[in-house]
């Protein structure tokens, strides 16, 4: 009996000390990020994406909130979108009309983290007040699935002196709102919630993606990278809040001009397809004068050209999976619906990175 219980022990510590998580096969809840603000409404490829891929839940940025020195917080870059339930609108939507009406819409907000410096419990409440009614507003007008939302999202990169601010505004969201209150986590406070805290939210989505500076490692990519990304999952840890994922499906191009940063191309613009030539893995000098979303290039000019890849989207599932803790059920969501970025992904591969996690 001793021997039998020494090997289970060892066995045990073999496990403990690996690191590594047992996740069970979580029900998997597909969604999408939509962060266009000048969109009316969903275009066709996007909603074949919808309906192919069958997904659930699409957040929606509705607005950012930041700073004014007169007005205090105000919301900018409010979205155009539209979202009708299609039985009763274009001919060209009725072939989505089951996907939509099982679509739930989120309400995602963007708060940027200079706002939260200065406010008092007062401020955040009256903010608190604002966002709640600016959102409820927005999906009466423009969502028309015959649906009410149950969930709001905040998106905020707070520090460690915007805690307690940021947290206080999440809970008086919560008591204005009465709904499900969710948060994005970016890897840093998931890593060292000791020092960043737990978020007093329902359920935080994981953000698996901008782990580095883009201007300041030439030679990694910046959007998604599994060295970058597997030390802040290792060892494996138990967060206080229920997880949810996101993964990124998007790329960019930073611009050089005369050896410095120019700008940032967001997205991977086929118009200069045979206007640049490979210099090494990443990078390329632009062989002819071109114009691209307002950015004139100049012969001569250096690019890097920052993509994510399906394998690698699957070793970082396969990292997640691995090393974080998911409960019976996670949403997975895929950054961010647009007709540009996934044509350079087949359905066939988002579908089997969806279902990745529920083998």
Not at 35 to 52: A, V
Not at 98 to 119: G, Q, S, W
Not at 138 to 167: A, L, M, P
Not at 169 to 177: D, E, F, P
Request: glycine letters at 4%; a negative charge; proline letters at 5%.
């Amino acid at each position: 009996m001793k021997r039998i219980l020494s090997v289970n022990l060892c066995i045990l510590l073999l496990f403990v000390g690996s690191g590594c998580v047992k996740n069970n096969k979580p029900l998997v809840t597909r969604g999408f990020y939509y962060w266009k603000s000048n969109e009316y409404s969903l275009d066709e490829q996007e909603l074949d994406h919808i309906k192919y891929l069958d997904v659930r839940k699409l957040y929606v940025k509705f607005f950012e909130v930041e700073p004014d020195p007169v007005f205090g917080a105000i919301p900018v870059a409010k979205t155009d979108l539209n979202v009708w339930d299609d039985e009763n609108t274009a001919e060209k939507y009725l072939p989505y009309h089951a996907n939509m009406r099982t679509l739930e819409i989120v309400p995602t907000v963007f708060v940027r983290n200079d706002v939260l410096t200065k406010l008092n419990p007062n401020e955040l409440d009256t903010l608190a007040d604002n966002m709640n009614f600016l959102i409820s507003k927005y999906f009466n007008k423009n969502i028309h699935t015959g649906q009410f939302f149950r969930e709001i999202q905040v998106d905020c990169d707070w520090t460690k002196s915007t805690r307690d601010n940021y947290f206080y505004l999440l809970r008086s969201l919560k008591k204005i709102s009465h709904k499900t209150i969710t948060c994005t986590l970016r890897l840093y406070p998931y890593k060292y919630s000791d020092v960043m805290g737990v978020p007093p939210v329902d359920r935080a989505t994981l953000m698996c993606y901008n782990l580095i500076n883009p201007l300041q490692n030439e030679n990694k990519n910046s959007i998604l990278n599994t060295e970058e990304l597997e030390p802040y999952l290792r060892p494996s840890k138990k967060y206080d809040v229920p997880l949810d994922i996101a993964l990124p499906v998007f790329s960019w191009m930073l611009v050089y001009q005369n050896g410095e940063f120019s700008g940032l191309v967001k997205k991977n613009a086929s118009e200069l397809h045979g206007a640049l030539d490979s210099i090494r893995p990443m990078w390329y000098t632009v062989n002819r004068d071109i114009e691209l979303d307002d950015i004139y290039l100049r012969q001569g000019d250096r690019i890097k050209k920052e993509e994510v890849t399906p394998a690698t989207l699957i070793e970082t599932i396969r990292l997640l999976k691995e090393y974080v803790p998911l409960g019976d059920s996670v949403t997975v969501t895929f950054f961010h619906l647009d007709a540009d970025n996934l044509k350079y992904f087949a359905d066939e591969t988002l579908d089997s990175c969806y279902s990745h996690f529920s083998r």
